[in-house]
């Protein structure tokens, strides 16, 4: 079946950096995706990347993919307060009508 | 855990006609419901956020007119495409945001699929 397992914490000091984990159980995913969503607000896209990409790095994230192991993480660089915020993985099939499967989200909390 | 269902969880209707969608939270309370739509092969987008006894809050570029929220009651939220074109058809879901259901994670109903022909 489709799993998407997260850790539901991760506390880090600020200038830190931050790694949010995801595993997933179906490899036959076409992207897989990073959501944030701050307190209050709706689910934000913050990147993406295509299953066949091992990495991809925009400004202080980068993300990384093992396909083998079915690992997906978050890496922010210079973690600030405003990081503050519920994190998402997410998966979608192309094969199966482009249905999306998300985690249950990792609380990153900064420490001063 | 808490549910979120949506109803119906796919639908087929001819362009120009309305369609009505459901999302219930079955087992809590939520004074607030996301909803997101997602195109082909991509991801999700916010489209605007419902509030119980309150008009919904639009994200910028989404036509209030054209798709209706009303957050009826506490357990019921809908969302009514109308005049609906083909360009309309999408992957459209719902959440409760942490905090709403009594719980701290966030919860997805399972979507639902619009085809419009």
């Known amino acids: 079946g489709e799993d998407v397992e997260q850790s539901l914490f991760l506390s880090v000091r600020e200038g830190d950096s931050s790694v949010i984990n995801c595993t997933y159980t179906d490899s036959s995913s076409t992207y897989l995706y990073w959501y944030k969503q701050e307190p209050g607000a709706g689910l934000q896209l913050l990147t993406y990347i295509f299953s066949n990409m091992d990495m991809k790095q925009d400004q202080r994230l980068t993300v990384l993919l093992n396909k083998k192991d079915k690992h997906l993480s978050l890496r922010i660089a210079d973690t600030q307060t405003g990081d503050s915020a519920i994190y998402f993985c997410?998966?979608?099939?192309?094969?199966?009508?482009?249905?999306?499967?998300f985690g249950k989200g990792t609380r990153l909390h900064i420490l001063p | 855990g808490a549910v979120v269902s949506q109803h119906p969880s796919w639908v087929i209707c001819k362009s120009g006609t309305s369609v009505k969608i459901e999302c219930r939270s079955l087992?809590?309370?939520?004074?607030?419901m996301f909803w997101y739509r997602q195109f082909p092969k991509q991801s999700l987008m916010l489209m605007a956020t419902?509030?119980?006894?309150?008009?919904?809050?639009?994200e910028q570029g989404v036509e209030k007119d054209k798709f209706l929220i009303n957050h009826a009651s506490l357990t019921l939220s809908t969302l009514t495409v109308t005049s609906a074109h083909p360009e309309d058809s999408s992957f459209y879901i719902c959440?409760?945001?942490?905090?709403?259901?009594?719980?701290?994670?966030?919860?997805f109903g399972p979507g639902t699929r619009l085809t419009v022909l």
């Open positions: 997410a998966e979608t099939f192309m094969n199966r009508d482009d249905k999306i499967i």
């Open positions: 087992d809590f309370q939520a004074t607030t």
């Open positions: 959440s409760a945001p942490p905090g709403t259901s009594g719980y701290n994670e966030q919860f």
């Open positions: 419902s509030n119980e006894g309150s008009k919904a809050t639009y």
